[in-house]
């Protein structure tokens, strides 16, 4: 018999742009970024790949490039709670808040509601959705 995950009848979620998911909030304090995202974002802002990584980006040997988040926010995230950089948002960015890491139950219903009120909002998400979301994004940052 096939276990079910706990969301097996979906999700609500609706992004209020409220701007939290780009603040810092304890763990959730890293934006990675993937090749494609260090070609797209200095392209979109008008900048070298090298003075974006230099200017905006923390670079540990092993890992991904992340934004600074030495401010309590990302970079990008205006004071009108709207993002610079949208067109071209990291996928990490694209697809929060269905995560694999989110995807625990005690995780969704504890820092992750805290922190976004989008959650249990809005449309309903199927499971497959879900999964298949969460799936992208860790592909997006193994490769």
């Known amino acids: 018999m096939e276990h079910k995950p706990w969301y097996a009848n979906g999700l609500r ?3 209020t742009r409220c701007g939290n998911c780009c603040r810092n909030h304890g763990e959730y304090t890293f934006v990675s ?3 494609v995202e260090l070609r ?3 392209a979109f802002l008008g900048v070298s790949r090298d003075e974006f990584l230099a200017r905006y980006c923390e670079l540990e ?3 991904h490039p992340t934004l600074k988040m030495d401010a309590p926010a990302c970079p990008f995230l205006g004071a009108d709670q709207s993002c610079a950089i949208y067109p071209v ?3 990490q960015c694209r697809t929060w808040p269905f995560w694999t890491e989110n995807l625990r139950e005690a ?3 504890g820092p992750v509601k805290e922190c ?3 959650i249990d909002q809005g449309k309903l998400h199927s499971a497959e959705e879900i999964e298949r979301t969460a799936r992208e994004n860790d592909a997006w940052y193994s490769a």
């Open 107 to 109: 995780t969704w219903r």
């Open 33 to 35: 970024l993937s090749e």
């Open 40 to 42: 797209q974002i200095p």
């Open 61 to 63: 040997a092993g890992f």
């Open 116 to 118: 976004c009120p989008g």
């Open 13 to 15: 979620f609706e992004c």
């Open 89 to 91: 948002r990291p996928k």
